[in-house]
C-alpha cells in the first residue's frame, strides 16, 4: 500500500511539473480524497479481520473446553467400567457357587428336552399334543435355569407321549388325498407306529402336520376297519416308521420290469410266448402220436394210416417188391417221411432260444448307448439320470436268459419225445424187413 501510495505521489509531482498551477491544485485534492478513502476502506478491512479473528478465538477456546470436559467423561466411564466388570465379576463368581450343581441339572433337562423334540418329530404320537411341542421348545431356546412349571411340562411331555405310544386310538388329522384336496378325515393311530385310513397306512410329515397315503401298500396292511378287539390280532406294523413303506414304491412290479426293458424286453417276452405256443402244441400233437402209437403196438395186424407206425405198415403190407434191398429202401423213404413231420416246430423253439440272448445283448448295448449319451448330456453327478439306460440294459439282458432256458427245456423234451417216437417206428420198420426176408428164404428153402 505504501508502495501504491509512492508511485501515486511521484506521479503527482510529476504531473505538477507539467500542468499549470490550478490544475496541480484541483488533482492534489483529487488524490488526497482517494487517499483518504483508501485508509477508511482499509480501517474497515482490519477491523473486520480483528472481529473475525476475535470469533475464532472464541470457537477454539470452547473447543478446547469442550475436549477437556470429554477427556474428564472418558476417564469418568472408563473408571465406571472397571468398576462393573469387578462387580460383574464378582456377581458371577456369587452365581457360580449360588447355584452349584443346577447348571449340571440345565444340561440334563436341556438333553433331554432335545431327545423328546427329536421324538416328536418322528412319531405320530405327537398328534395333538402341541402344548408339550411348544413347552419343549421353550425349554430348548431357554439361556437359563428351567423353572419348576417347564419340568412338569417335560415330565408331562413323557407322560403323554408314553400313553400315546401304548394304545390305539382314532384320531382327526389333516389328510390330503390323491386329487391334493385337503380335509379333515378320522383314523386310526397304532401308537407311535402308524396311521391308517379304510385303504391302508398313510404317511404323516410333521413339518407341514398332514396325512398322505403311500403309494404301495404291504399285502397285510393296517385299515381303520381293523378288528383290534380279538385278544391277538394279526396286524403288519412298520418298526421303522415308514422307512419301509417309502420302500415300497422303490421295488418296481413284474409288469413294471417289464416296462423297464423298452421295446426289446417286449420282443423278448414276445419270442417267449410264440415258443411256448409252438412248444404246447407240438407237445400236445407228439403226445397223441405215441399214444396212438402205442395203441397200434397192441393190434399190429391191423395197421391204420391214422399214425407214423401204421402208415410205415401199410407201406411194408402193400409193398410188392422183388428183393429185401427195394423194400428196406421203401420203409427208410417211409421212416424219413414220418420223422419230417415229428419234427415240425422243433427248429422253431431251437431257433427262438438262441435269438433271446441276443436280443438281450442288443438291448443292453442300446441301454448303455442311451446312458453314455445321457452322461455326455448332463455328466454323471446324479445317478439317477442314469437310471433309465442302466436299467433298460440289465433288464434285457435277464429277460433274454429267462426266455432262452425254458425255451432251450421245451425244445430238449420234445426232441426226446420225437426221437422216441421215431426209434419205435425205426425199430419196427426193421423187424418188418427182418420178417420179410425170413419169410422169402423159408420160401426158397
Not at 57 to 66: G, S, T
Not at 87 to 115: C, M, N, P, W
Request: hydrophobic residues 45%.
Amino acid at each position: 500500500m505504501k508502495r501504491h501510495l509512492a508511485k501515486v505521489s511521484l506521479a503527482l509531482a510529476a504531473a505538477l511539473c507539467v500542468i499549470p498551477a490550478h490544475a496541480s491544485q484541483e488533482l492534489l485534492n483529487d488524490t488526497n480524497k482517494a487517499k483518504a478513502a483508501d485508509t477508511q476502506h482499509n480501517k474497515a478491512r482490519e477491523g473486520e479481520f480483528a472481529s473475525q479473528e476475535q470469533k475464532l478465538q472464541a470457537e477454539y477456546d470452547a473447543l478446547i473446553k469442550q475436549r477437556a470436559n470429554l477427556n474428564k467423561s472418558i476417564d469418568s466411564l472408563s473408571a465406571k467400567f472397571q468398576s462393573n466388570e469387578e462387580l460383574l465379576a464378582g456377581k458371577e463368581k456369587e452365581l457360580t457357587l449360588a447355584t452349584g450343581s443346577l447348571g449340571e441339572i440345565f444340561g440334563v433337562v436341556r438333553q433331554a428336552a432335545k431327545d423328546v423334540q427329536l421324538e416328536q418329530e418322528r412319531s405320530v404320537a405327537t398328534i395333538g399334543l402341541d402344548e408339550d411341542v411348544a413347552v419343549i421348545d421353550e425349554i430348548i431356546e431357554a439361556k437359563s435355569i428351567p423353572s419348576k412349571d417347564q419340568l412338569y411340562g417335560l415330565w408331562h411331555s413323557y407322560q403323554h407321549q408314553i400313553d400315546a405310544s401304548s394304545k390305539a386310538s382314532k384320531i382327526m388329522v389333516p389328510f390330503v388325498d390323491g386329487s391334493g384336496e385337503l380335509q379333515k378325515k378320522t383314523v386310526l393311530r397304532m401308537g407311535s407306529f402308524a396311521l391308517a385310513d379304510d385303504n391302508g397306512y398313510l404317511a404323516w410329515n410333521a413339518t407341514k402336520q398332514i396325512a398322505t397315503p403311500y403309494t404301495v401298500q404291504p399285502k397285510l396292511t393296517l385299515t381303520s376297519s381293523t378288528d383290534l378287539s380279538s385278544d391277538l390280532p394279526v396286524v403288519a406294523l412298520d418298526v421303522t416308521r415308514g422307512a419301509l413303506l417309502e420302500q415300497l414304491a422303490n421295488n418296481p412290479t413284474l409288469s413294471q420290469r417289464i416296462e423297464q426293458g423298452g421295446v426289446v424286453g417286449k420282443i423278448i417276452i414276445g419270442l417267449l410266448l410264440v415258443g411256448l405256443l409252438i412248444g404246447v402244441y407240438r407237445a400236445f400233437v407228439l403226445m397223441s402220436i405215441k399214444s396212438k402209437i402205442n395203441k397200434q403196438l397192441k393190434d399190429v395186424s391191423n395197421p391204420t394210416d391214422n399214425n407214423p407206425l401204421g402208415r410205415v405198415m401199410l407201406v411194408h403190407k402193400e409193398d410188392q417188391s422183388p428183393t429185401i434191398e427195394a423194400l428196406e429202401l421203401r420203409l427208410l423213404e417211409a421212416v424219413m417221411d414220418e420223422q419230417e413231420s415229428l419234427e415240425q416246430g422243433i427248429s422253431t423253439i431251437k431257433l427262438l432260444a438262441a435269438l433271446a440272448p441276443m436280443l438281450g445283448l442288443l438291448g443292453t448295448v442300446t441301454g448303455m448307448i442311451d446312458t453314455f449319451q445321457t452322461i455326455t448330456q448332463f455328466g454323471n453327478a446324479d445317478p439317477r439320470i442314469m437310471a433309465g439306460g442302466i436299467s433298460m440294459a440289465l433288464i434285457t439282458t435277464v429277460l433274454g436268459l429267462v426266455a432262452a432256458m425254458p425255451l432251450l427245456l421245451v425244445h430238449n423234451m420234445l426232441s426226446s419225445l420225437s426221437e422216441g417216437i421215431r426209434n419205435v417206428v425205426e425199430k419196427q420198420g426193421v423187424g418188418l424187413v427182418a420178417e420179410s426176408a425170413e419169410r422169402k428164404q423159408e420160401a426158397a428153402a
